[in-house]
């Protein structure tokens, strides 16, 4: 089982990045799948959400209607696409699945990537 995020980079505010998660040796559609971010000195947040089943999605006040998030089913994807991004947004972004219906905290998810690194400059 292997979640590997891709698409951090560097950007000016204003900008947009879309990050990608693909996994390897499960079926993303099967599980709960979640976009968390950390910045240094700060704990690890939900981002994005999206459920099982029936993809009901979760975004915190914090991002709501500047990040989306989807699924790409054929090629068993997740992608976050961020605009409008703000320097508050510099955190390192995990991409994560979980067995549950739809999971916002941390502790609810089972497989974790290795994060990729987004920087939004002022």
């Known amino acids: 089982v292997q979640l590997v995020e891709s698409g951090g980079a560097s950007v000016q505010a204003g900008g947009s990045l879309r990050l990608s998660c693909a996994a390897s040796?499960?079926?993303?559609?099967?599980?709960?799948v979640g976009w968390f971010r950390q910045a240094p000195g700060k704990e690890r947040e939900a981002v994005s959400c999206?459920?099982?089943?029936?993809?009901?999605?979760y975004y915190p006040d914090t991002v709501k209607g500047r990040f989306t998030m989807y699924r790409d089913t054929g090629k068993n994807m997740v992608h976050l696409q961020m605009n409008s991004l703000k320097p508050e947004d510099t955190a390192v972004y995990f991409c994560?699945?979980?067995?549950?219906?739809?999971?916002?905290?941390?502790?609810?998810?089972?497989?974790w990537g290795q994060g990729t690194q987004v920087t939004v400059s002022s």
């Open positions: 994560t699945a979980s067995s549950w219906y739809l999971g916002t905290k941390a502790a609810t998810y089972d497989y």
């Open positions: 040796g499960f079926n993303f559609d099967d599980y709960a």
């Open positions: 999206i459920s099982r089943s029936d993809d009901s999605t």
